[in-house]
């Protein structure tokens, strides 16, 4: 081989390499391209933030339905999909469906905590899915459908394991068998990096209806939404809230106050 092609065959062989290990992305690999601005809520996406908004990510199976149903609450600033947990920066779609890189499809959310409490987050999150399916949710089988909350404050993640503990007795209360397999992480242990811009707000853009989440009919405890400052009541998540089946046939358009 002359030198180029060496040099070509060379660096084809350590990519293929480093695919399979689940490490084609390094230190320099730069993050995926996403549009500025929400599709439907026309808000930033990027960080910093206007200063009265607060961020926290999920995990609740495929991120397109996740996506939808956090965007539609009131009081939520922006949403975009990403991935989560895992030790490859800046993975790609095709890399993290390998399962290799370790990371869970996720939806960084960005919120005015004066209009929407982390309560009313937990209560979707909790909801909008079937937190006791382990590496799966419904149809999608795999370990970047796990679920999962990663706190960027410590409040939060006291909140976030209180409510796991609560939402736990409620499903136990209901006759349900299993135990929830939700991983929640502290501030600093886990690393959002956005997905590919065709993969945000997926649904509004595109229209498709696919949704793969197994929400179980079960709420948090009223009382315990309510001792964490709730601000959306029964009949808002009786009118709006997630249901067994399929979780995104509503409008795309926020719910209205």
């Known amino acids: 081989l002359t030198p180029h092609l060496e040099l070509h065959f060379s660096a084809d062989m350590n990519a293929l390499k480093n695919f399979f290990r689940g490490a084609t992305a390094n230190a320099e690999r730069a993050p995926l391209k996403h549009s500025a601005r929400h599709y439907v809520l026309k808000n930033p996406v990027d960080e910093p933030f206007p200063a009265h908004i607060s961020t926290v990510v999920v995990a609740t199976g495929c991120f397109w339905g996740t996506e939808k149903m956090f965007w539609r609450l009131p009081g939520v600033y922006a949403t975009s999909t990403g991935y989560i947990a895992g030790h490859t920066p800046n993975p790609t779609y095709e890399e993290v469906c390998t399962g290799r890189t370790g990371h869970t499809e996720c939806v960084r959310v960005a919120y005015d905590p004066s209009r929407v409490a982390f309560a009313d987050l937990l209560q979707m999150h909790w909801t909008c899915h079937d937190p006791t399916q382990g590496n799966r949710q419904g149809n999608d089988v795999g370990t970047q459908y796990r679920s999962g909350i990663y706190c960027t404050t410590d409040a939060q993640y006291e909140e976030a394991t209180s409510s796991k503990d ?85 409008p795309d358009a926020p719910i209205a106050m």
């Open 166 to 250: 609560a939402y736990q007795q409620a499903l136990t209360d209901a006759g349900w068998k299993r135990s929830i397999t939700t991983e929640i992480k502290k501030p600093g242990e886990a690393t959002f990096y956005f997905a590919e811009n065709s993969h945000q707000q997926y649904i509004a853009k595109t229209g498709n209806s696919y949704c793969s989440a197994q929400p179980t009919g079960v709420r948090l405890p009223r009382a315990w939404l309510a001792s964490r400052g709730a601000k959306f009541d029964d009949a808002f998540w009786l009118a709006h809230g997630p249901k067994p089946g399929c979780t995104i046939n509503v």
